[in-house]
Structures are given as C-alpha cells and as structure tokens.
C-alpha cells in the first residue's frame, strides 16, 4: 500500500494461538504431575480477566503493572475454580504465567511475516511485557524489527499514546503505518488516529464457539485472512497504487 | 558463561563503523552533487559535538532531545567549518542526519550476532534513538531480540537507569545481562551496577590515530577481538563453568 512504511501487529490471537497454546502446554504439564485440572475452562476465564484487570492500571484504580503481574495475580484468583492446587509452589505458578511466554504462532504467521520484512518495518505492538514478547519471540521465531511493548509507555491499548508512540519512535508520521490485529476494536483505535488498518480474520481464537470478531465489522483498509495473505494483499496494492 | 541469558550491545563503534561509513556515504553524495566538503574532519568534528550535546540532555541544561534531534543541531553548527554550504536544503540536510541510521557493521558483527542469538537474547543499549536503529538494524541485517534505545527511557548512557531498565524489562537480574561495548567507561557504568562485561576491541573506530579504548583497561569477563571472538569465547565458557 502506498505510502506505509511499518506494520504494527497485534499480538494475542492475532500472531499467536494463545488458548490453544495454552491447553496444550498445560495438559501436557498437568499430566506429567497427575494433576487433574480442567485446563480449557482455566484458560478461558484467566484470559476473561484479562481485560478487567487492566481496566484497574487504565482507570488509576491502581498502579502501573506489566501483564506478567497482572496475569499471576488472576490466576490466584480464578485457579482453585478449575482444580488447580491452593498449595502450588512458587517455580509450579512461574511455569504457568510464563506459558504466555511460550505460545505457538498461527501456521502462517512466522512464513507471513518474513515476507512482509522484506518491505516493511514489522513490529509488534502489543500490551504483553517486554519479556513476554521478546521471549515468544525467540521461540516462535517472530523476525520482529522492533518490540513495541506497551509497557514501555506504562500504558494498555486502547490508550492512543501508545499507537501514536509507536509511530513516533519509528520516526513516522501514523498514516504511514498499519496497524494489523484480529480485533476490530483495536483496529477502530487505530484508524480514530490517522494509522491505517489490517483486519486478519482468527474466528478460532477463541475456540470452536467465538461469537465476537469473527469477521471485520468496518471497511479496513485490507481485510485479509491470514498473515501471509496480508503479505499477497499488500503486495497487490503496492502495484495498483 | 553460566548464568548470562542475554548481551546489550552497545552500537556506535562496536557493532558498526561509524566513521568508515559516513565518510564513503558523504564523500559518494558530495561528488554527485560537485561538493567540495572535508568530510573525514567534518565527520570527526560532528561525533566530537555528539558527548557535549548529550550531556546538555543529561545535565538538565535543555529537555529531552533524541539523538537525532542532537546530531541535526550539531551538523548546523560545524557544518561550515568544512564546506558544507550554509543553504543546504531540508532534504540533504535529512540525508546527512539519517546517515547515522545507514551505517554499515564491521564485518564480523552480522555472523557474531547470529551465532550469539542462538543461545543470549541480543539487544542494542545504545544511546541511538528507535527509529535509527531499527532502520540500521533492518539494512544491515543485525538480528536483534529486541532495540533498547535509551530513548525509550528519555535518557541517554551512562545513566544507571538505562542499563537497569534494560534487565528490568527483560525480566533478569543484572548478573544475567552482560554489556558488551569497545568502550571501557560504558563497561565500568555495566559493572558498577552488577551487569557482566565484554570488552570488544575496535582500535580503529576513530581511524588511524585513535588514542583512547585502544584495549581492555581493567579484567572485564571477556575481552574479544571482535563478536564473532566474543561468541567462540562464550561458548568456550560455558563449557568450563
């Protein structure tokens, strides 16, 4: 597309399958330790408090905290719901919280993304921690230009600073960049601030009964199905434009 | 080396030729345009003024300025000094700032960093804003796991909150981060706050009569030729330790 120089990708769902990642990984955990847990429901209602518990660091209600707190804190609370052990060591609750650390990409993402290097800055912008991403990154084989953590503004998306941040650092101006995600909300922040958008369609994201962003709601500048046809997509437009 | 999980790379001199590439970049430039510029003394003058106009930032004495904002105001200050026309155009004056995000590696840092990055986190600490090194990093092909411009805490090096913002964010004590840098002060800033050191020698990054970081000037962990010698080195650690 003329004109873009940086894509700035959603991470969660977007570039990695977190529930399926996370069922996996635990299940497979939970068995070794003859653990019986109900995983899929943990994994759903941890990432149900996902949203809440940053609405109390957006709202002020309390300080600033990087996901990986946020998400240690949630599992305490929701855990003993599923079967998890009250008495869980402090090395058990890490290996849990840092399964987020560990999610597998989508299958087209790492192909995807490597073709879209080519051209464009490729970063993520995402609120994980910088440690989260970075690490899913080094495992994942992610080829990010740049890890826009939104913890380096100490703020959460939807906050506009930290789109605007992004593009400031890049030392762009926010319509030569593409916010990419497979969340429409994100995608409506984003372009309420001049950046242009990439709907990726994930209606599994979050399993076989999603009901919400299971397709774009809005005229996107590119609606794509996946991270490499994104790629086909904009390679397309960069000819007709 | 037991326990090092990831190596901040300083950048300017360690990893790439700052001096080398701004003279071949500008002197290429300057003949297409019929320039007649000193462009070795005009390049020697321009990184002299860079430590000065950071310690304005440092010291208070003006606000926040990233580095390229700097370099653009030095540029206008001895850019007459060596013929370099006082009309110059916003655009080539945009070209010889963003100079500094077109440097080329020494020739061992792109094999090094690869050899590094298979078993550290590599990431840049350097006093270089995010936009420079990122475009720097994607036309050079320097694979970083992440680019901890210090811009991102709106300080500059040797502040004690660059380096330990950098662990921090990474989630690592300090003992787990080692500083790699060819210069000795950078190193002592590292070791005074708990970090790992690794001495690279670049005894020509200010051409030939360089007088100073000439070699190692205390036992730092490591003192290599260069990254490729850092990496063979480190591998040979961890198989002592």
């Known amino acids: 597309m003329n004109g873009v120089?940086?894509?700035?990708?959603?991470?969660f769902g977007t570039v990695v399958d977190w529930r399926g990642s996370l069922i996996r990984d635990f299940s497979a955990w939970g068995a070794d330790r003859g653990l019986t847990?109900?995983?899929?429901g943990l994994v759903d209602a941890w990432r149900g408090a996902y949203v809440p518990s940053m609405n109390r660091v957006r709202t002020g209600a309390r300080g600033w905290a990087n996901l990986d707190t946020l998400q240690r804190e949630s599992l305490d609370e929701i855990g003993g719901?599923?079967?998890l052990p009250k008495a869980l060591s402090e090395a058990d609750r890490d290996y849990l919280v840092h399964g987020w650390?560990?999610?597998?990409?989508?299958?087209?993402?790492?192909?995807g993304l490597v073709r879209l290097k080519a051209d464009f800055i490729i970063a993520a912008l995402s609120n994980g921690n910088v440690a989260l991403l970075?690490?899913?990154?080094?495992?994942?084989?992610l080829a990010?230009?740049?890890?826009?953590?939104?913890?380096?503004f100490r703020l959460y998306k939807p906050d506009p600073k930290t789109y605007l941040g992004a593009a400031a650092l890049l030392g762009l101006p926010p319509d030569a960049v593409m916010m990419a995600a497979a969340h429409n909300a994100d995608l409506r922040a984003a372009r309420a601030l001049g950046l242009r958008t990439a709907f990726?369609?994930?209606?599994?994201?979050?399993?076989?009964?999603?009901?919400?962003?299971?397709s774009a709601e809005e005229g996107w500048d590119i609606v794509a199905d996946d991270i490499d046809d994104l790629a086909s997509?904009?390679?397309?437009k960069a000819v007709l434009f």
């Open 101 to 111: 650390h560990r999610l597998d990409p989508w299958p087209d993402a790492v192909p």
């Open 5 to 11: 120089r940086a894509i700035l990708f959603d991470v």
């Open 144 to 152: 990010w230009d740049m890890v826009f953590a939104t913890e380096l």
């Open 134 to 141: 970075v690490n899913m990154a080094k495992r994942a084989g």
């Open 233 to 236: 997509k904009l390679a397309k």
């Open 200 to 214: 990726i369609a994930r209606p599994y994201e979050y399993g076989p009964r999603q009901v919400g962003d299971l």
């Open 81 to 83: 719901q599923f079967g």
């Open 37 to 40: 847990v109900e995983w899929a």
